[in-house]
């Protein structure tokens, strides 16, 4: 069956360190990758997503990148953290064709 | 882009009682699907349904994609359904879109 990992759970920074939240998903192959942020408790919005290795599409614009190094893997990354990119980070990944998304656990980052 | 409405923002429920959310939606969409977002933050999927009705124990849902709306029915509520409930839609270019959500307080 298929599995999504997305490591840390909980992440504290101070403004202006660097940044790298991880996904991986296993039992699937090509799937389409995601990432979204909620800041407030509702309202998920879409960051970025990827349709397969070295293909990323930027939703908005933002401090944040990501890159697709394998093909079940996503990383989301930035150079220097701002107050504002504190929220909930979840990666998600769906079969190309439908059938649905599903989503990780999240990571929650907090910067200092 | 697409808007989705979800209605109510709030509710509360005494535990047992039937509920009814609902999801509007502007657009023609490939996809539809209901999550239960938990206290941890974790998403849930529900159900997968661009069309038609689904049922899972006490959890219904109905879309009518022609008239573009979508419902979410709880039933015999626990506090264990306390959360918030999100519909989300994809339309063409596998991207899927949230609607604000519905947060759910179940109170014994």
């Known amino acids: 069956s298929q599995t999504i990992h997305q490591w840390p759970a909980t992440l504290v920074q101070p403004v202006g360190s660097p940044l790298s939240l991880e996904c991986t998903v296993e039992?699937?192959?090509?799937?389409?990758l995601y990432w979204y942020r909620q800041a407030a408790g509702r309202g998920l919005q879409l960051l970025f997503y990827?349709?397969?290795?070295?293909?990323i599409s930027s939703e908005v614009p933002q401090n944040l990148s990501a890159s697709r190094p394998q093909d079940r893997q996503f990383i989301l990354s930035s150079k220097k953290l701002l107050l504002s990119d504190s929220g909930f980070y979840l990666c998600?990944?769906?079969?190309?064709?439908?059938?649905?998304?599903?989503f990780g656990s999240g990571t929650r980052l907090t910067v200092v | 882009g697409i808007q989705v409405e979800q209605s109510p923002p709030d509710l509360i429920l005494q535990e047992g009682a039937n509920s009814t959310l609902r999801c509007n939606f502007s657009?023609?969409?490939?996809?539809l699907q209901w999550f239960h977002q938990n206290p941890w933050g974790q998403l849930i999927n529900l159900f997968y349904?661009?069309?038609g009705t689904k049922q899972n124990g006490r959890l219904s849902a109905t879309t009518v994609a022609t008239e573009r709306y979508s419902l979410l029915y709880i039933s015999s509520s626990q506090t264990t359904d306390s959360g918030v409930y999100f519909c989300?839609?994809?339309?063409?270019?596998?991207?899927?879109?949230f609607g604000g959500g519905t947060r759910v307080l179940v109170k014994p």
């Open positions: 998600a990944w769906s079969v190309k064709g439908g059938l649905g998304y599903t």
């Open positions: 990827s349709v397969g290795i070295g293909q």
């Open positions: 657009d023609s969409v490939n996809n």
């Open positions: 039992g699937t192959s090509n799937p389409n």
């Open positions: 349904i661009p069309s």
């Open positions: 989300a839609v994809e339309v063409a270019g596998n991207k899927l879109t």
